[in-house]
């Protein structure tokens, strides 16, 4: 202990020196002790909800549900490709997302994924 935490105390806790110095030496009792005389005196109860708030999380948390924006760009483009190929005679089936599309055409089954490319780093 050193005179410091003794004017420390004093200061923050309004107390008098000796007053300080007796708490100090009973912090440094408790450092000392084992959880298990720590902890001898509590209630079960107490024991149990010490247990609980000191335990980690077990299990995935649940994530948030995000909702997905939609990309106008693309679906305008896929619904161009979708006009086209059913005016070959495609066999289109309906769009999933703005970005991917299947279809048949001549007993072959085709998809056509759509990926927008991100705009370039500006070098420093």
């Known amino acids: 202990m050193t005179e410091k935490q003794i004017e420390k105390m004093m200061k923050s806790l309004d107390l008098s020196r000796e007053e300080a110095i007796q708490m100090l030496l009973e912090d440094e009792e408790v450092d000392k002790m084992s959880m298990k005389e720590v902890t001898s005196d509590l209630s079960a109860e107490q024991k149990k909800t010490i247990k609980k708030v000191t335990q980690a999380q077990s299990g995935e948390r649940a994530k948030p549900k995000r909702e997905r ?10 619904e161009g490709f979708t006009e086209y190929l059913a005016s070959v005679g495609a066999n289109v089936q309906p769009l999933t997302t ?12 085709y998809t056509i994924k759509l990926i927008k490319h991100r705009p370039p780093k500006a070098s420093k």
Request: aromatic residues 4%.
């Open 69 to 78: 924006k939609v990309d106008e760009a693309k679906k305008k483009i896929l």
């Open 98 to 109: 703005e970005a991917e599309m299947h279809f048949s055409l001549d007993g072959a089954e």
